[in-house]
């Protein structure tokens, strides 16, 4: 298992605008006669825009903390960078196994980045249902949430890395600490 320290930034408001867009659609697939319904990125691509937000506004709110896009461009690079490191290339998938938090969108725009394909799993799945994902996908790379880490070691196939992320205080305090059960503590 990797660790991964995602360092937490407060940009200013009104830094540089554009960047990735990320749109998803539905893959159907039949599984032992059950149907699944896996949200897949369908396209990807590089939008630019004036230098200044017209509002000011950051690009990602997430509780009281505001990431700028250049911050986030930034952040997405240098994961981008690791990955490729790590062997992620064009067409790899890389599942991600989080709640929403500013990391996921960042990790998936990393994975765009190299051309690779982000495969956003439903952080309340486990058992068979996680292991079919991250099997079925054909991910090299699982970035998991710290407290669903169990979950997914349980379950992941041989030859993933898993990636822990911490899971920022601000999820922590509102979903408590999950066990591998899912239910909270």
Request: some cysteine.
């Amino acid at each position: 298992m990797c660790h991964l320290a995602l360092e937490r930034e407060q940009a200013e408001a009104g830094a540089e605008v554009g960047g990735i867009v990320l749109v998803y659609g539905f893959h159907v697939s039949y599984d032992s006669g059950r149907q699944r319904i896996l949200p897949t990125v369908m396209d990807t691509r590089v939008v630019t825009a004036p230098a200044a937000p017209p509002s000011g506004d950051p690009s990602i709110r997430f509780a009281e903390r505001r990431i700028a896009q250049a911050a986030l461009k930034d952040r997405a690079a240098r994961a981008a960078q690791a990955l490729h490191e790590a062997g992620v290339g064009q067409g790899d998938r890389v599942a991600i196994v989080m709640r929403n938090d500013p990391e996921l969108p960042m990790l998936s725009a990393a994975a765009a980045l190299l051309g690779a394909v982000p495969v956003p799993a439903n952080w309340h799945w486990q058992g068979e249902e996680l292991r079919h994902v991250l099997g079925h996908s054909g991910s090299r790379v699982a970035f998991v949430h710290s407290d669903l880490v169990p979950r997914a070691e349980a379950v992941l196939p041989a030859g993933v890395t898993l990636v822990e992320v911490p899971v920022p205080e601000e999820l922590a305090a509102a979903y408590g600490s999950a066990a591998p059960t899912g239910a909270t503590r």
